[in-house]
């Protein structure tokens, strides 16, 4: 994806979508269901993006915001009433270049999203190091429940963008915190802002008695 390109969106109240976060969906809007059966019989690729709902006017109802996300369709299934359920992977972030068309259904113009180099890798390690002891502690109370999702964590700890993403997809729920971490294209940066959520997640859940997330593990 060197050049701007025309994808599928679906646009989407508060959602706010990241690379690594698989998100489940029900399509049910006519306008969607078409999508899906053009997505499926081509490369299984769409969108799915927060509404701007400051940019909202009459010529734009829908407008995307700055940054989305692309995923790809990793399990689908058509129900007996013509809607699906279906499995997104988060791929990597674009940058919404304008809304193409709305119908049949919504497409952008999107262009890479380019994220910036670590300036301090040193720092990075630190923060990874916390990061991943805090999703530790946290994750601690659902047992095997919660093997997978601390082994992917784990797995990420060389990749510092991608750790963050599914982290944030995992124990984040603020949107505008979401978005902000969305739409940084600073490893660093977003480093800093999830091990600072993690920090006082953890210490709400220790102060209020409660395991973990309310008793959620997220998505990942």
């Known amino acids: ?40 019989a081509g490369d299984r690729l769409f969108a799915v ?59 952008l113009e999107i262009k890479p999203a380019i994220e910036e180099a670590l300036a301090e890798p040193m720092s990075a390690t630190r923060e990874i190091a916390r990061i991943l002891s805090l999703s530790e502690k946290m994750l601690s109370p659902f047992g095997e429940d919660a093997v997978l999702l601390l082994q992917r964590l784990q797995s990420l700890a060389n990749q510092p963008g991608a750790l963050t993403d599914a982290v ?27 091990a600072e959520e993690l920090t006082q997640i953890y210490a709400m859940s220790r102060i209020e008695g409660q395991n973990g997330l309310d008793g959620k593990i997220g998505l990942n």
């Open 1 to 40: 994806m060197g050049s701007p390109v025309i994808v599928p969106v679906m646009t989407l109240g508060n959602c706010v979508f990241f690379p690594q976060q698989l998100l489940p969906l029900r399509i049910f809007e006519p306008r969607y269901r078409k999508m899906l059966q053009e997505v499926l």
């Open 49 to 107: 993006s927060q509404l701007d709902e400051e940019q909202v006017n009459a010529q734009n109802p829908e407008p995307p915001c700055a940054i989305t996300c692309i995923g790809r369709i990793q399990s689908h299934v058509e129900n007996a009433d013509g809607t699906s359920h279906l499995i997104l992977e988060g791929l990597r972030r674009a940058r919404v270049v304008r809304v193409e068309r709305t119908t049949p259904f919504p497409r």
């Open 168 to 194: 944030a997809a995992s124990f984040v729920e603020r949107v505008a915190l979401r978005r902000q971490l969305l739409e940084c294209l600073s490893p660093e940066k977003r480093l800093g802002l999830v």
